[in-house]
C-alpha cells in the first residue's frame, strides 16, 4: 500500500480540488461584489455557482473514492477481528 504523501494520483485528485475550490470561491466573491449594483451579473454568476458547487463536491467525492480504494484508509475499514 503506498503512501498518500507519495501518491500522485492523491496530488492530482487535491490539485483538481483545489482549483474547483477557487474557482467557486472567485465566483461567490464576484457575486458579493456585484450585490445590489449588477443585478444582470449578479443572476449570471448564481448559474454559474451552482455547476462550479457541483465539480467542487465531485473533486472531493473522487478524492474519497480514491482513498477508500487505493489508501484503505481506517476509517473505511471494517473490524474484524
Ligand atoms: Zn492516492
Given at each position: ?15 483538481a ?9 472567485r465566483?461567490?466573491n ?7 449594483v ?16 457541483g ?27
Amino acid at each position: 500500500m503506498s503512501s498518500q504523501a507519495e501518491c500522485v494520483r492523491c496530488a492530482e485528485l487535491w490539485r483538481a480540488y483545489g482549483v474547483a475550490t477557487n474557482e467557486h470561491v472567485r465566483l461567490l466573491n464576484e457575486q458579493a461584489r456585484v450585490a445590489g449594483v449588477n443585478t444582470d451579473r449578479f443572476r449570471e454568476l448564481d448559474s454559474l455557482c451552482e455547476p462550479a458547487a457541483g465539480r467542487r463536491d465531485a473533486a472531493r467525492a473522487a478524492i474519497e473514492t480514491h482513498l477508500a480504494a487505493e489508501h484503505a484508509e481506517p476509517a473505511q475499514r471494517t473490524m474484524t477481528a
